[in-house]
């Protein structure tokens, strides 16, 4: 799994240390000392990935290695003079080598390079399971004109004349001004902040679900032990054998909280079990062997999410070649399973609803609703009653829709064209193996067993393969389709949305999850209201909060507002953030603009990363937006009659607007036609 591995420390002549024979030693190639007149050179069993990155004013000499150190040395000659700054960073083992070289180019060039230091790169990858690198950064920036600059200036301390005051001993006092702040402490702590966003968002965009942090256990509130980094100094056998003691005592501890966890359970099967007939308690211990896991409300919950994700990463898998037959099989007889369970503890939730609760109305709960209300009734052992119950139903309810819009994919549309593009190559290239024999593509839709005799093996093999992935990419589009339609439906339950094209379906849905996130019906008059004037969704406080994410200041999950943390994961609602914020007065516009910029910035280095490894894809960037004006674009007098489509008081309403449209049209060409009249004959024509 990912780890968080980075540290730094100083290459200085005050220690006795080279900074040749370091550059020498990292990099495994030979390099000369001009200032000793000898060479170093140390041998590596696997040659280390070697490359230098250099600011905008730095000569052409620096991306020479060994003349680089040497103009180093050179320039430093004080006994304790600090040649070099390194760090030595993990590379996350789930990334490739290509993605791993990626991840760390990036961050060096903005966190270093773009500041002024040249940075000397090796990657060494001598052990597989211990990918890391070590970077060399000059101490010292360049003029503009490609020369060494200075690294601190001496200022005088003065009296209040303004003259220089004296020691005892007659020197001048003084202090030393560093003019650049790559030496403070607050620098190092935000590099390594830095480099875990950094592997985050990789991670994230990869779909792995690994994460890493540069805060120790207890600053992130964890409770367990944690591992020494066990290096390869003579110290490394003394830490490998804590760190063996360390897994012993929390696989000791997760004993313990799987027995806690089964008693618990054992506990909720106890309580459901009052209400099992006989057969179903025979049904429920077949369904807990085949599912491996005990049959309640909250471990169904876990198995559902667990499936759907497995369901996914397979699917993406087999779309890119791999076999995942078993995978599958395995699959599909979990989700029989698991649906036999679910219709079995909904029986048995009706069941005990209409006991605990007999004045509450089915028709107007769902069945998901009601299994929460038993779980919450569960686990606090009480039974709600008026206001209560209400209160706990609507929570629920809101607590269920916020699931479903997270459960939505981050950027759907682009996935969706992403998927779309290949479906057409993929049944392009079906269509030039079929039309060898004479067949066509709709002649696959109802296959005969005997169809595909004719064709070679290979060519077998290609339809087999070529049909499980247009399948599959349906299947996918199909789940970005439904997520679309689901939300829509719920908010516009008389449109048409399967009419609209899906790029306005992004609009609406972007808008949509701005403005009602809790997905209530919204009529005409309520988006009329919001084209006019739209709501401000945060308050000030929560405006800066979000800033302070975006701007790379603060962590996510420091925002305690659900909804703000859903709004900054998504490309459209962030633009409509931005817009709202430009509106508020206690923000500075330059604090907005700039945010934005570095916004940009970051998504074009992330579209042009996915297009190196993505031969279809391309960008859906949102533009810099005012809520009202994209307010007008996506609910414009077009796409209102789609979404009103089978509302009749929206029909009449626009009827009677038409009306009064025409007699106001027929009133103001009478009124042309008489004045006419009146110029002509000097008076009222009758």
Request: glycine residues 4%; aromatic residues 8%; positive net charge.
């Amino acid at each position: 799994m990912a780890i968080f591995h980075m540290s730094f420390s100083n290459i200085s002549a005050g220690k006795g240390r080279s900074a040749i024979a370091s550059a020498a030693y990292r990099s495994g190639e030979k390099l000369f000392d001009q200032k000793e007149g000898q060479s170093y050179f140390y041998a590596r069993p696997v040659m280390p990935e070697n490359f230098i990155l250099t600011p905008k004013n730095a000569p052409t000499w620096a991306h020479d290695r060994e003349q680089l150190w040497n103009e180093v040395e050179r320039k430093d000659r004080r006994a304790n003079a600090r040649y070099a700054k390194e760090f030595n960073v993990a590379l996350p083992v789930e990334l490739s080598e290509a993605e791993q070289k990626v991840l760390l180019t990036n961050y060096v060039q903005i966190n270093f390079v773009d500041q002024g230091m040249v940075a000397d790169v090796a990657i060494h990858r001598d052990h597989p399971d211990n990918p890391h690198a070590h970077v060399m950064l000059t101490n010292r920036p360049f003029n503009p004109d490609g020369t060494w600059g200075i690294k601190s200036k001496k200022q005088y301390l003065l009296d209040k004349n303004g003259h220089k005051t004296y020691t005892k001993s007659g020197y001048a006092r003084n202090r030393k001004i560093w003019l650049t702040d790559w030496d403070k402490k607050e620098k190092i702590t935000e590099w390594r902040h830095n480099w875990a966003v950094s592997v985050n968002q990789f991670l994230e965009q990869k779909n792995i679900p690994d994460r890493i942090s540069e805060k120790s256990f207890i600053e992130q509130g964890i409770n367990d032990m944690p591992t020494q980094h066990e290096g390869i100094n003579s110290k490394r056998y003394a830490r490998k054998e804590f760190n063996q003691q360390v897994k012993h005592y929390r696989k000791l501890k997760a004993g313990y909280q799987n027995t806690q966890e089964k008693a618990i359970n054992r506990g909720h099967l106890n309580t459901l079990s009052r209400h099992f007939s006989f057969n179903e308690k025979r049904v429920v211990k077949e369904l807990s062997h085949e599912l491996q896991t005990y049959i309640n409300l909250e471990s169904l919950d876990d198995k559902r999410r667990m499936l759907f994700n497995w369901k996914n990463s397979t699917l993406i898998k087999h779309a890119v070649g791999e076999d995942v037959t078993k995978q599958l099989l395995t699959i599909n007889q979990q989700e029989s399973s698991l649906k036999k369970a679910d219709e079995l503890l909904n029986k048995v939730v009706d069941r005990t609803t209409k006991k605990l609760y007999p004045a509450l109305d089915f028709e107007q709960t769902m069945p998901a609703e009601r299994r929460e209300l038993i779980k919450e009734t569960d686990s606090e052992q009480t039974v709600f009653k008026g206001s209560e119950l209400n209160e706990r139903l609507m929570n629920i309810r809101n607590d269920l829709l916020t699931q479903q819009l997270l459960t939505f994919t981050k950027r759907p549309y682009v996935g969706w064209q992403l998927l779309r593009r290949q479906e057409n190559d993929a049944k392009i290239a079906l269509k030039a193996t079929l039309t060898i024999h004479g067949d066509r593509l709709e002649s696959l839709t109802h296959v005969d067993r005997g169809l595909l005799v004719k064709y070679s093996p290979a060519e077998q093999q290609i339809i087999t393969r070529t049909v499980k992935e247009i399948r599959t990419i349906q299947a996918v589009k199909g789940l970005i389709e439904t997520q679309y339609h689901e939300v829509l439906r719920r908010v516009f339950p008389d449109s048409e949305i399967t009419d609209l094209p899906m790029i306005k379906q992004e609009q609406i849905h972007t808008a949509i999850m701005y403005y009602d996130p809790a997905l209530k019906p919204c009529d005409s008059r309520t988006l009329k209201a919001w084209q006019s004037e739209p709501p401000k969704v945060f308050d000030t406080r929560e405006h800066q909060q979000g800033l302070a994410y975006l701007g790379g200041k603060s962590d996510l999950l420091q925002i305690k507002n659900r909804q703000l943390q859903r709004v900054l994961k998504h490309d459209g609602t962030r633009q409509l953030f931005l817009g709202e914020c430009q509106t508020d007065p206690k923000l500075k516009a330059s604090q907005i603009e700039q945010i934005r910029q570095q916004l940009q910035q970051r998504q074009a280095k992330d579209d042009q990363y996915r297009q190196k490894q993505m031969k279809h894809y391309q960008p859906l960037n949102y533009k810099p937006v005012r809520p009202s004006y994209y307010l007008k674009t996506a609910f414009n007098d077009i796409i209102m009659a789609a979404l009103y489509a089978r509302n009749d008081d929206y029909q009449r309403e626009q009827q009677a607007h038409g009306l009064k449209e025409t007699e106001w049209e027929m009133t103001k060409k009478q009124r042309q036609h008489q004045t006419r009249n009146r110029h002509e004959d000097g008076g009222m024509h009758l």
